[in-house]
């Protein structure tokens, strides 16, 4: 089944799964600066340097310092997203090279979510 799942994913996808899905872990890769200008509800901040070394961490670790439970590999709702996609498919490689085979990015990112919802 893993091979069913794209690399990214829609507004209106990503829209429904955080209606639906409390399974969801949205990572918010841009920079703290970015972050504190507007972000997706729900969305954890992990700077897109650092992806890889947090995807890396033990689990109690990455709870510590992020605030929710570190997914499993085959965690079939991972979502990265930055301000227009770029750094969210980078993001989105990391995951896939540690292990996380259903990782995916959010293309649209920041940029066209804000525009979306009107903000």
């Known amino acids: ?6 690399k990214d994913i829609s507004y209106k996808d990503l829209k429904a799964l955080l209606g639906q899905n409390q399974n969801l872990l949205l990572v918010d890769v841009r920079t703290k600066e ?9 969305s ?3 700077p897109v340097d650092t992806v890889e070394a947090a995807f890396a961490m033990a689990p109690e670790d990455f709870k510590c310092k992020y605030g929710v439970t570190k ?3 085959d965690a079939p709702e991972l979502v990265f997203h930055c301000q ?3 750094r969210g498919l980078n993001a989105t490689n ?7 085979v ?10 066209e979510w804000s ?5």
């Open 1 to 6: 089944m893993a091979s069913s799942v794209t």
């Open 34 to 42: 970015e972050v504190d200008k507007g972000h997706i509800p729900g």
């Open 44 to 46: 954890v901040h992990i």
């Open 71 to 73: 997914p499993p590999q």
């Open 84 to 86: 227009l996609g770029r």
């Open 94 to 100: 990391k995951a896939h090279q540690l292990g996380y």
């Open 102 to 111: 259903n990782a995916r990015n959010y293309a649209g990112g920041y940029k």
């Open 115 to 119: 525009e979306k919802e009107g903000k």
